[in-house]
T-cell receptor, first 113, second 116 residues
């Protein structure tokens, strides 16, 4: 119940294309769903996050789509750029006060120039 | 955004020695800090949760005598890998929470430990 399943494991997209990464969870008590971007040898950096009371959140080229009934959420990267090549992790956490994140397994994205 | 600094960013040590990694919240007080371990091309594995002034809570399977965590102040947590062995070589990452607001965690840049 504590797992967050992430797919695909790796993704190759042409420059200008749309990158889509999916995550699914089981625990309905999760209430905060962030996405992190990690470059090799660096710590993760928050990209965008959503709470289950909204179905979509957009920040620049990055959009989270959230389907509460299906217990799924996804990251869409529009107009993907070579600089977006990194590993992306979804995560989920229990109600405020715990901050104990459950991370997905990660998706290695490569955007071809 | 809030900044979490880790030091050192990389360290090489001999087998049997101990290594200390520091995690500092630079512009906020961190009531809770987390330590993770990450193997190449894998996800972050939570090792322990530390709250200022109290003992760390370790995840199942993590040896608390091997990985000593101290959270002595609201801006500093340390991870000491004791009697390090080559299998302890890994990327160690800390994160910190201010305990208020959105639930966002702020991550350090990570520390690469290589044990010879």
């Amino acid at each position: 119940q504590q797992q967050v399943k992430q797919s695909p494991q790796s993704l190759i997209v042409q420059k200008g294309g749309i990158s889509i990464i999916n995550c699914a969870y089981e625990n309905t008590a999760f209430d905060y769903f962030p996405w992190y971007q990690q470059f090799p040898g660096k710590g993760p950096a928050l990209l965008i996050a959503i709470r289950p009371d909204v179905s979509e959140k957009k920040e620049g080229r990055f959009t989270i789509s959230f389907n509460k009934s299906a217990k799924q959420f996804s990251l869409h990267i529009m107009d993907s750029q070579p600089g977006d090549s990194a590993t992306y992790f979804c995560a989920a956490t229990l109600p405020r006060g715990t901050y104990k994140y459950i991370f997905g397994t990660g998706t290695r994205l490569k955007v071809l120039a | 955004g809030a900044v979490v600094s880790q030091h050192p960013s990389w360290v090489i040590c001999k087998s049997g020695t101990s290594v200390k990694i520091e995690c500092r919240s630079l512009d906020f007080q961190a009531t809770t800090m987390f330590w993770y371990r990450q193997f190449p091309k894998q996800s972050l594995m939570l090792m322990a949760t530390s709250n200022e002034g109290s003992k760390a809570t370790y995840e199942q399977g993590v040896e608390k005598d091997k990985f000593l965590i101290n959270h002595a102040s609201l801006t500093l947590s340390t991870l000491t890998v004791t009697s390090a062995h080559p299998e302890d070589s890994s990327f160690y990452i800390c994160s910190a929470s201010s305990g208020i607001g959105t639930g966002e965690l702020f991550f350090g840049e990570g520390s690469r430990l290589t044990v010879l």
